[in-house]
């Protein structure tokens, strides 16, 4: 089976503002459908990216193509490829929700015959119709996002690039929001930038992280722990020898090794704290060790790193990797003795 086409296509991409660098020569490709979650701590160049993705601000050098089409000099074209909402999204405060659809969808070329049903379409999968005919300014932070949402999505372009689409919503709306994201797979592709990562884990199909205006990381939420944390923890409340425990663990698997254990507790039960390398469930092989040696056991679960734990780790371990060098000894004050 070939794999899927490019949609978005990132080669060496450099953006320098008076001598600071703030994108620096990141590469990243995104395949048609695919949802990608792009993660990094504040200044780290995630909007200048989207911004240069989507033709709104110029590269210093590098390369970027959208559906084949170089951006840098076929900006106009690559503007009907995208559905871009920005983190602070200007809309027009004047206008009501529907004539704002319309000012927008006929901008976008959509054809008169079609526009009115595809508004009525995106109101209803983003919850606005109730305030169709509202004015936006009057409007909740909630519903402006969700205008927005439904204004990048209006003329069903083939990318969607959204810059923190769900800050001020409320969980319900957060629910439905990630219901609209999740219905694009396969049809859209979809970069979205969040600090809400828990969203991000749930919805994206990988997740590219930078840091400093460079890559850090990127894959499957799975693959990232794999690669950052190289190991699995298992959380257990058990009864019974902490020798035999020890004994037990080696014919499981030779990985396994208790790494924290308390005390026991009124009734005999201890939390233990065990890892592995090996990245397969091992849970019901090792429950079944445990009640064959007569262990009583009262809990058991497999402790996985969030998608929080991958981020903190892969930012720390990049700010670490170009920290600076530790400054050399100080010399010995004349006439103090060195021994040789």
């Known amino acids: 089976m070939s794999d899927p086409p490019i949609a978005i296509e990132v080669s060496r991409l450099v953006k320098t503002y008076g001598g600071v660098t703030a994108v620096g020569d990141i590469s990243f490709s995104v395949a048609r459908g695919e949802i990608i979650g792009f993660l990094g701590p504040n200044g780290a160049g995630k909007s200048t990216t989207m911004r240069i993705l989507t033709g709104y601000l110029p590269a210093t050098s590098g390369s970027v193509r959208i559906c084949g089409v170089p951006v840098a000099t076929q900006a106009e074209e690559v503007k009907r490829f995208i559905g871009y909402m920005p983190e602070n999204n200007p809309l027009p405060e004047e206008m009501r929700v529907s004539e704002y659809m319309y000012f927008r969808g006929r901008l976008k070329e959509v054809p008169r015959r079609k526009l009115g049903s595809r508004i009525d379409e995106v109101l209803e999968v983003c919850d606005l119709k109730r305030v169709r005919h509202k004015i936006i300014g009057q409007l909740s932070k909630g519903y402006r996002q969700r205008v927005g949402i439904a204004e990048a999505i209006l003329a069903e372009p083939p990318v969607i690039i959204m810059d923190e689409p769900t800050i001020g919503l409320d969980p ?8 609209l994201i999740a219905s694009l797979r396969g049809r859209m592709t979809v970069i979205i930038s969040s600090h809400i990562l828990p969203e991000i884990e749930v919805t994206c199909d990988r997740v590219l992280i930078i840091n400093q205006g460079r890559v850090v990381a990127q894959g ?4 990232l722990r794999r690669e950052i944390f190289g190991h699995s923890s298992y959380e257990l409340q058990l009864a019974g020898d902490g020798e035999t425990l ?5 014919t499981v698997d030779p990985t396994l090794q208790i790494t924290a254990q308390g005390e026991p507790d009124a009734d005999g039960f201890r939390q233990v704290t065990l890892r592995t390398d090996r990245d397969d469930e091992l849970g019901e092989l090792l429950l079944r060790a445990l009640l064959a040696m007569n262990m009583r056991v009262r809990a058991l679960s497999r402790a996985q790193p969030t998608l929080e734990d991958v981020f903190l780790a892969a930012t720390r371990r990049s700010w670490d990797a170009v920290a600076p060098p530790k400054p050399a000894a100080r010399p010995e004050s004349r006439g103090q003795k060195t021994e040789k």
């Open 172 to 179: 319900h709306q957060i629910l439905i929001v990630r219901d």
């Open 220 to 223: 499957t939420p799975a693959d």
């Open 246 to 250: 020890a004994t037990l663990l080696a």
